[in-house]
């Protein structure tokens, strides 16, 4: 029987609606600052992972929506991404092994330019109703770990302080989601609700009881608690999670400074 992730599904969507909401308030309150319009791709070329409800959604989607030569198009040049992907990976594992600043890494990665393979050749994403969270979020400032970030296209200015979208609330939520897809469908694969991927591998990938861990069988290996104790992939977005932050504060748009429970800084291009 196939598996039915539309509970999963929903909850990620009711995260889009709040997330689309966020943005709007911005475009609505500093027009002059939100860039992001048709013809604007450079979010496109960034190199970001996806959540697995996210990778399993964008994948649903874009079953529902493609086939034949558009199909193999988008698909070869997921292939050429993931390969691209794998040895930026390679370098920064190495990068890391050599002992390496991780501030330096991180920083060689955000220079990184990986086309995304949903960027067709009118420049424009074949998936946007879709579209994963970073995309969405990309043109305003947004903060992982209290580091501000937002993309150089807009008028928003290193050092200023503006309203800041923390990132780290969303992922957790959305590793909220995969850890009940994990306890949902009975895998064994203990770090299953916690995988990242970026969306060149997740449109490829079959998320079927073989994958998830719920057969006998599989391609996706069991982990052990050794395995659990390592450090995470550095180019993955940190989970980073305050304390006594409430889920309500990702969709926050007001000024961090003047929030007890936040408590973060806003200043983009560093802490405050
Ligand atoms: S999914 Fe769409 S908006 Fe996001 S990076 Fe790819 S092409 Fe751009």
Do not use: W
Not at 25 to 50: H, I, N, Q, R, W
Request: charged content about 30%; aromatic content about 6%.
């Amino acid at each position: 029987m196939a598996l039915d992730f539309t509970e999963y599904f929903e909850k990620y969507e009711a995260i889009v609606a709040e997330v689309d909401a966020v943005f709007k308030k911005f475009e609505t309150e500093m027009p002059d600052l939100v860039k992001c319009g048709k013809g604007c791709s450079d979010c496109c070329y960034a190199l970001f992972d996806v959540t697995l409800v996210e990778a399993m959604y964008i994948n649903a989607k874009f079953n529902e929506k493609f086939s034949g030569m558009e199909r193999s198009a988008i698909l070869d040049r997921a292939d050429k991404a993931d390969r691209q992907i794998h040895k930026l990976k390679r370098k920064v594992f190495k990068a890391s092994q050599e002992g390496r600043p991780v501030n330096d890494i991180l920083l060689e990665v955000a220079k990184a330019r990986v086309r995304c393979p949903m960027l067709d050749d009118n420049d424009l994403c074949s998936i946007y109703e879709s579209r994963p969270i970073t995309c969405r979020l990309y043109g305003v400032p947004t903060s992982i770990g209290g580091e501000a970030h937002t993309c150089n296209k807009t008028g928003f200015k290193g050092g200023e302080k503006y309203p800041t979208v923390n990132m780290d609330i969303i992922l957790d939520r959305l590793l909220a989601i995969g850890k009940e897809i994990q306890t949902g469908v009975g895998s064994r694969f203990r770090e299953l609700g916690e995988m990242l991927l970026p969306v060149s591998m997740a449109i490829v990938t079959e998320y079927d009881e073989t994958y998830l861990g719920v057969g006998e069988k599989t391609n996706l290996r069991e982990t052990s608690p050794e395995e659990e104790d390592k450090p995470r992939e550095i180019i993955a977005p940190a989970a980073a999670k305050g304390p006594g932050k409430s889920a309500a504060c990702a969709s926050c748009t007001e000024s961090k400074s003047s929030c007890e429970t936040c408590g973060e800084s806003i200043v983009l291009g560093g802490k405050e």
